[in-house]
Every structure is written in C-alpha cells, then in structure tokens.
C-alpha cells in the first residue's frame, strides 16, 4: 500500500502498489485512517490489517435524545476509573475507546 498526504488540499491517497496481492487491503487500509484520525494508537490501529480483526465505529449519541442520558450511560460504559470498559475489553479480547458520542 502506498499513501501520499497532501497537506494543502488536506486529504490523504492511498493506493496498491504492484506487490498488493489483497484487494480487500484498501478498506483495512481506510479503516485504519479512519481509527488514526480519532487518536487510536497507531499499534493497536495497524491491527486491523490482520485478516481476523475488524473495526467498527458505533454512535451512541443517536440512541438517546436527552444529553444528560447519554452523559450517564456514556459513564456507565466506562465505569469508575475505567474499569468497566477494562473489563469489557479483557472478556472480548477488543479495544476500545469512548469518544464524544461514539464508542
């Protein structure tokens, strides 16, 4: 895969080389922007390259229409001190990051 940034359109081209032998790279490969945008680490980002780890970005702000439900339930994922989503994350072998309105 190879990408270019071009900082003053602001927008990223990825692109297969000659060596891709995957077709289904260049969706891991925008997964992975996608994951690096939202200041995921880049090890556990490059993680979706491998054939059984996906990713999904799920928004929790549309399942409830009043902000303080959401502040709380938003909490309640986490837990106190983050050991909820620990926990979460120890069971389901997944990492996980609660941003804004999404998980």
């Not at 080389?17 to 260049?26: E, L, N, V």
Request: with cysteine.
């Amino acid at each position: 895969i190879a990408a270019e940034l071009d900082l003053v359109e602001g927008s990223l081209t990825v692109k297969t080389t000659r060596k891709t032998w995957d077709p289904y790279i260049i969706l891991k490969a925008r997964d992975i922007i996608k994951l690096l945008a939202r200041s995921v680490p880049a090890q556990q980002a490059l993680r979706c390259l491998e054939d059984e780890m996906q990713c999904d970005i799920i928004k929790i702000g549309g399942l409830v229409r009043n902000k303080d439900r959401l502040v709380k339930r938003r909490n309640r994922l986490i837990g106190p001190n983050g050991s909820t989503l620990k926990a979460i994350e120890l069971l389901t072998g997944c990492y996980m990051l609660v941003q804004g309105n999404t998980v």
